[in-house]
């Protein structure tokens, strides 16, 4: 291999490794399927569950990446292997790019999900063209977007991870967290989203709230 080569193969090992985060992206790739039902689960949630049990952990991940939606039937047999072992568990929904990278994060409780008995969309996605276009149009704020399939709200508080760029948002100060429902056309404060942003540059924030959040570093102010 001349040197030529070898920089060549070098320069590429770098840049691949540049697309690795903190977030494992192990699990089920259900990206072929519409809905994740009971018999899709199953085998990983036997799998979390024994893991977490072995390992001696509180809660069991089950994991899925760019899957559509979650099944009540689903969320009770995650729930039912769960409490066969005495462990609480979460449902992992990852949306991931073509490069393996984690760009939402949303985390479940199955339980509380079979008590709403309402099947859960679960892809995440950064930024959201019409709903900056109405905010840009009546407010000053800079502002990152994290958007949902599901609509109005999750039935339950869950857990984002989102890498959104906060690269015009002045992070040294407070975050201010905002719901956007485009079918009202109507936006709320989340008032304790319990925010933190990890050195890989993830914002984390919890909310019962689904559609648009928008975040900034100011209240809303008006153009």
């Known amino acids: 291999m001349n040197k030529k080569t070898i920089r060549t193969v070098l320069a590429t090992a770098m840049a691949v490794s540049m697309t690795v985060t903190a977030f494992a992206t192990s699990g089920y790739d259900l990206t072929k399927v519409d809905k994740v039902t009971g018999t899709a689960v199953t085998e990983i949630a036997s799998n979390a569950v024994e893991e977490?049990?072995?390992?001696n952990k509180p809660v069991a991940e089950v994991k899925v990446q760019n899957a559509n939606e979650f099944t009540v039937e689903a969320f009770?047999?995650?729930a039912e292997k769960a409490a066969e072992k005495k462990v609480e568990a979460k449902v992992v929904a990852d949306t991931v790019d073509e490069e393996g990278v984690v760009l939402v994060r949303i985390k479940i409780d199955p339980v509380k999900a079979v008590e709403n008995k309402v099947n859960v969309q679960l892809k995440g996605g950064l930024d959201n063209?019409?709903?900056r276009k109405?905010?840009?149009?009546?407010?000053k704020n800079e502002m990152a977007i994290v958007s949902f399939d599901q609509a109005?709200?999750?039935?339950q508080e869950v857990e984002i991870a989102a890498k959104v760029d906060m690269k015009k948002i002045d992070t040294t100060k407070q975050l201010y967290f905002y719901s956007y429902?485009?079918?009202t056309n109507s936006f709320i404060r989340i008032v304790a989203p319990k925010?933190?942003?990890d050195e890989n540059g993830y914002v984390h924030f919890s909310t019962t709230r689904a559609d648009s959040i928008i975040i900034t570093d100011m209240p809303l102010t008006r153009k």
């Open 52 to 55: 977490a049990v072995k390992e």
């Open 134 to 139: 109405v905010f840009n149009k009546f407010f």
């Open 152 to 155: 109005y709200s999750f039935g």
């Open 181 to 183: 429902n485009p079918a």
């Open 195 to 197: 925010y933190r942003i």
């Open 129 to 131: 063209e019409k709903t």
């Open 76 to 78: 009770e047999k995650v």
